[in-house]
């Protein structure tokens, strides 16, 4: 099962914070918790729930059905980075909501390669048309 992104960003934030604990990690070194603040993995998550449960039954949809879904989980996510002055998500964690996308779309049935093939895209360029992150 494709992992969140926001599972592997409270992971960092939670292995810095023993770091800094065990004393190993001087508290000034830290950045995991500053990059992903509570309110930013809150609604990363929320946007994240309702792509989810537009899931479910997506490997017979019609393109169209399966590009309505990848849009408004864009679009939510343009919004949350926005609400975060357009610096919410940056090249590692574009990477990382993109593969999560894709490996999502993939495991409810999608062929997401012959899907954006068919309308002239590559693999990678799923969420090009809408995302601004």
């Known amino acids: 099962m494709a992992e969140r992104p926001t599972t592997s960003w409270r992971h960092g934030i939670a292995e810095e914070a023993a770091e800094i604990a065990a004393g190993i990690l001087d508290p000034e070194?830290?950045?995991?918790?500053?990059?992903f603040p509570e309110e930013l993995l809150a609604a990363t998550d929320a946007v994240l729930d309702t792509f989810e449960a537009q899931l479910a039954?997506?490997?017979?949809?019609?393109d169209e059905q399966v590009f309505g879904v990848v849009e408004r989980v864009v679009l939510a996510l343009n919004a949350v980075n926005e609400a975060h002055n357009g610096g919410a998500f940056e090249t590692?964690?574009?990477?990382?909501l993109c593969d999560y996308i894709d490996q999502?779309?993939?495991?409810?049935?999608?062929?997401?390669?012959a899907l954006t093939a068919r309308h002239g895209l590559g693999r990678y360029q799923l969420t090009d048309n809408w995302r601004k992150w």
């Open 104 to 113: 999502s779309l993939t495991e409810h049935g999608v062929d997401v390669v």
């Open 57 to 62: 039954g997506l490997g017979n949809a019609a």
């Open 29 to 35: 070194c830290t950045c995991m918790a500053g990059l």
């Open 92 to 96: 590692d964690e574009r990477e990382e």
